[in-house]
């Protein structure tokens, strides 16, 4: 079974550029998650999808951050303009389980350095 | 929003030894507490996870304690392996939309 796909691997970036993070979940899981995961902290969750709608975006920067997920498959991630503190690794997951505990499948992330 | 704590960012084990993996939580409201292991590099992976019903549940290797009197999570790794040198992070479930809340990690060392 193929695992969560992220691209790119790595993203250097000037600040106020912008920048798109790409993620395909494993086949099947109704459930993405994007997370923000800065140097010597846990993930933090940006924003939960469940197959094409966001149930949970909270924790998005929405004037900077915005994700999609229009197929209910793969999805999207963008910051625009970016900013220092936006330096982390993204991380993707994806979930097949609506009841029960998250065993959610992460992708190896993103790293972004903005500059 | 749900706050997720860990006793100590670092732990270092002989190997050989048992680790024993500390987290503290302060929402009740959790239905499962997860542990996922992170290595260098990667997305993390999940180990085991425990219901709020429950106060322990074994693995291979692995155990889980819970205690909901005072919020405290553990997981305890038997004869530890150098490939379970890693950063482990306690998660929880909760929410509407079960949204799945990650602690700041403990890193893991083990020592030859």
């Known amino acids: 079974e193929a695992g969560v796909a992220q691209s790119p691997r790595y993203k250097i970036i000037e600040k106020r550029q912008s920048v798109a993070f790409w993620c395909n979940p494993i086949?099947?899981?109704?459930?993405l998650y994007w997370y923000q995961q800065i140097l010597g902290q846990g993930p933090k969750l940006l924003i939960q999808f469940q197959n094409n709608g966001v149930v949970d975006d909270s924790q998005l920067p929405k004037d900077r951050f915005s994700a999609e997920r229009l197929k209910g498959v793969d999805s999207t991630l963008k910051i625009q303009p970016a900013k220092l503190e936006d330096s982390a690794v993204y991380l993707c997951?994806?979930?097949?389980?609506?009841?029960?505990?998250?065993?959610?499948?992460f992708g190896q992330g993103t790293r972004l350095t903005v500059v | 929003g749900e706050s997720v704590g860990l006793h100590l960012p670092t732990l270092s084990v002989q190997e050989g030894d048992n680790s024993i993996i500390n987290c503290a939580y302060s929402n009740s409201a959790s239905d499962y507490f997860i542990w996922y292991k992170q290595e260098s590099g990667k997305g993390p992976q999940f180990i085991i996870d425990?219901?709020?019903?429950?106060d322990k549940r074994q693995g291979q290797r692995v155990t889980v304690l819970l205690n909901k009197t005072v919020k405290h999570l553990s997981l305890q790794i038997a004869a530890t392996q150098p490939g379970d040198s890693a950063v482990y992070f306690c998660a929880l479930n909760s929410g509407s939309a079960r949204q799945l809340t990650f602690g700041s990690g403990t890193q893991l060392t083990v020592l030859p």
């Open positions: 997951a994806s979930s097949t389980r609506t009841g029960g505990s998250t065993e959610a499948f």
């Open positions: 425990i219901r709020s019903n429950m």
């Open positions: 086949s099947g899981h109704a459930t």
